[in-house]
């Protein structure tokens, strides 16, 4: 069975500070995915990983960074914290399968506010 | 540019009508993939069915089937019979395939209600 972690589930963080949130795979999928979501845009892309070591910058990346130490964890940074980056935030992993499709794998989310 | 457009933000049946969702999608490639998805109201993720750019053939899973127009970039989401339990966010995504690496993208949701 797939599966995707996420931690912390919640996140409650101040203006201006640091916030790291985390995504554990164990599918061995080269792709992994952050995306925010928030009511009326549906899933926003961050940044993205095709394996150890990469990153690239997806549809939102402001105000982000991501790390890719390893095929398993895939972080994504916030250096300094701001009230518009609240949001639900979703870790997917996803690879191309044996018959070329590549169906993502969703973690169960990280409600982050900050004040 | 790869970009997903989901124009219905919300959606209504009975139960045991049929459904269909829209989605247009814009992208340079030439291979690509179309994903469904469900979110539930728990906020979980469920793959409902996929459509390649290669096949013509509109694909169908259960009660799940698409209307796929290829050189309109559009693509249906056709739920049959449809219960109170389809009831949720559905979301249409653009996959492709980029520097070895797939991109993702999604559109805005479609929050449907089917009532009993």
């Known amino acids: 069975e797939a599966a995707v ?37 549906g899933l926003r892309l961050i940044h993205y990983s095709y394996g150890a070591g990469s990153t690239e910058k997806g549809d939102i990346p402001d105000g982000y960074k991501a790390s890719r ?11 300094l914290a701001t009230p518009s980056q609240t949001s639900v935030y979703f870790c997917a992993s996803g690879d191309a399968g044996t ?3 590549a169906e993502q794998f969703f973690g169960p989310g990280t409600r982050l506010t900050v004040l | 540019a790869q970009r997903v457009t989901q124009v219905q ?11 269909t969702l829209d989605c247009s999608y814009e992208t340079s490639e030439y291979f690509y993939r179309i994903f469904w998805y469900r979110q539930l109201f728990s ?18 899973s259960g ?11 559009s693509i249906s ?5 449809s219960q109170p339990e389809d009831s949720g966010t559905y979301f249409c995504a653009l996959s ?19 009532s009993p």
């Open chain 1, 5 to 41: 972690t996420q931690s912390p589930r919640n996140k409650v963080a101040v203006t201006g500070g640091k916030v790291t949130l985390s995504c554990n795979q164990t599918n061995n999928h080269n792709n992994m995915y952050w995306y925010r979501q928030d009511t009326g845009h």
């Open chain 1, 69 to 79: 130490p390893s095929q398993e964890n895939f972080s994504l940074i916030l250096e």
């Open chain 1, 99 to 101: 018959d070329n499709y």
């Open chain 2, 9 to 19: 933000p919300t959606g209504s049946s009975q139960w045991g009508e049929e459904v």
């Open chain 2, 43 to 60: 906020g979980e993720m469920v793959f409902l069915i996929y459509q390649p750019s290669f096949d013509t053939q509109n694909q169908r």
């Open chain 2, 63 to 73: 009660r799940y089937s698409v209307v796929f127009q290829k050189s309109f970039k």
């Open chain 2, 77 to 81: 989401l056709v739920i049959s019979a």
């Open chain 2, 96 to 114: 492709e395939l980029i520097f070895g690496g797939y991109k993702v993208v999604f559109g805005s949701g479609t929050r449907l209600l089917v």
